[in-house]
């Protein structure tokens, strides 16, 4: 079959990071049962050339993922695509789809929605098609029923050797070159983007992880990911990887292994991951440093305990505080994820925030989000008891959501400006100011982030 799998289109044409995983992995499966893969990167063209390439891939399938934010822009692509080709296949899934697949089914004309992981799902799916058999019994859909009414299959059970899922399908993307996508600022360019995990041991009121992923933590073995690093490195030439997993180091054997892999196989290589600040030590911060790792992300969100405590982010000012000492010491940059607008947010936990700061000296703290209010998340499912926000929100507007339970708009806006000067202020030197203001331009402009690719990496 051919099949067609499209990421989530953007209408903020700026060079993406890396590219989409999600519809690679889902072509590596496609493409190792035997199937012809065109795979197109929503973030880098617009719907009339997707459309355009679509139907030069004569498809039999067509795959969308549609995220929340951008869902408008997936309803305008289906139109579209239902105008040039209406008999094909369509099937969407993704985060939005997997939590309101029936607003998938009121607003395109897909014959079917996968529910959460899709690997499985979308090779059964195939399968069938292939076959010329009914496919609305395969498990983890959601189908049409009478008068358009969702239908769920059964649910599928997660993927449990997560070793066997194909390896992602890069060359499907036409043209394809790390070196087209900006990759991540601390390291050299090109930067390829791995993911050795699925799921997320913690379960913060803020995140959809565990909805989407499950609750259970399942890994990659260190050996099944050193060959992937082994084929980006020596066959895709990267020069440095991002590990995209929601905490790396979860498992700290496991870490360990593959930091020692990298050095045996004398990689010179570059990395960056995330990690929750309860999960290292010096032991694994010094292995990590000597086989590369020159930055690590951290959720630390807010410097209040209160604040902290409120959202279940199972970690205290103290455990930020040692985590952030610990990389310095072994000489690991640090960046730190901040929100504005987590339940019970006041000057008052803002200004704790500022204090951590100064006090934990990150490379950069990366921005100040406004909390969103995400499908599938605990602080969404408050808002919708309390009637701040309605299902159907999603349907009527292409909108971003955000937490306005406590605060109107503008005061979560002063608030943020509060927090990010306060910060440019701790810091010495011009740098923290430009940056700062740069910043504050980039949230009232967003359209702006087309010239991102010409501010220094330092600046980011």
Same mark, same amino acid.
């Not at 607003?107 to 979308?122: C, D, P, R, S, Y």
């Not at 791995?194 to 041991?201: D, E, K, L």
């Given at each position: ?191 390829? $983007? ?45 020069? $440095? ?26 990689? $010179? ?38 604040? &902290? ?60 989000? &406004? ?90």
């Amino acid at each position: 079959m051919n099949v067609v799998l499209i990421s989530n289109p953007t209408n903020q044409f700026h060079k993406a990071d890396f590219p989409p995983p999600g519809i690679a992995y889902l072509g590596g499966t496609a493409r190792r049962a035997g199937h012809k893969v065109l795979l197109i990167d929503g973030q880098r063209w617009n719907i009339s050339k997707i459309v355009e390439d679509s139907c030069a891939a004569s498809p039999d399938l067509i795959g969308i993922t549609c995220w929340t934010i951008g869902r408008g822009l997936v309803w305008e692509l289906c139109e579209e695509l239902k105008k040039k080709l209406p008999q094909v296949m369509l099937v969407i899934g993704g985060p939005h789809a997997t939590m309101h697949p029936e607003h998938i089914l009121q607003k395109t004309h897909a014959q079917a929605v996968a529910i959460g992981e899709g690997e499985e799902t979308f090779l059964e799916l195939l399968t069938v098609l292939e076959k010329g058999e009914d496919f609305k019994s395969i498990p983890g859909l959601v189908v049409r029923g009478e008068n358009n009414t969702p239908v769920f299959t059964t649910s599928r059970h997660s993927i449990e050797n997560i070793d066997t899922i194909a390896r992602p399908y890069y060359d499907g993307f036409q043209d394809f070159n790390f070196a087209d996508y900006e990759g991540f600022p601390a390291l050299p360019h090109p930067t390829a $983007s791995i993911i050795t995990s699925r799921g997320c041991v913690f379960n913060c009121s803020y995140c959809a992880s565990v909805r989407f992923w499950g609750r259970r933590w399942r890994f990659r073995t260190a050996e099944n990911v050193l060959e992937e690093i082994r084929y980006l490195v020596e066959e895709k030439k990267v020069k $440095s990887l991002y590990f995209w997993d929601d905490n790396f180091p979860v498992d700290k054997q496991r870490a360990i292994t593959i930091c020692q892999g990298i050095i045996d196989n004398g990689w $010179s290589l570059q990395w960056a991951c995330s990690s929750h600040v309860t999960m290292l030590n010096l032991e694994i911060l010094t292995k990590m440093k000597k086989s590369g790792c020159r930055n690590i992300d951290f959720g630390v969100e807010s410097g209040s305990d209160r604040i &902290l405590k409120r959202i279940n982010k199972k970690q205290t000012r103290q455990d930020i505080i040692r985590a952030f000492d610990l990389t310095h010491e072994v000489g690991i940059a640090a960046r730190a994820y901040l929100i504005v607008g987590n339940m019970g947010e006041d000057e008052e936990s803002i200004d704790e925030t500022i204090e951590l700061i100064s006090r934990i000296q990150p490379r950069s703290s990366i921005g100040a989000a &406004l909390l969103m209010l995400l499908p599938g998340t605990d602080v969404y499912k408050e808002a919708v008891e309390k009637g701040f926000i309605k299902e159907d929100f999603w349907l009527d507007s292409d909108a971003i959501a955000y937490n306005l339970m406590e605060h109107s708009l503008p005061e979560l806006k002063k608030l943020r400006k509060r927090l990010m000067w306060g910060i440019a202020k701790s810091k010495k030197g011009i740098k923290p100011k430009i940056t700062y203001l740069l910043k504050s331009v980039f949230y009232e402009f967003p359209i702006l982030a087309i010239f991102r690719s010409f501010v220094p990496k330092k600046l980011r």
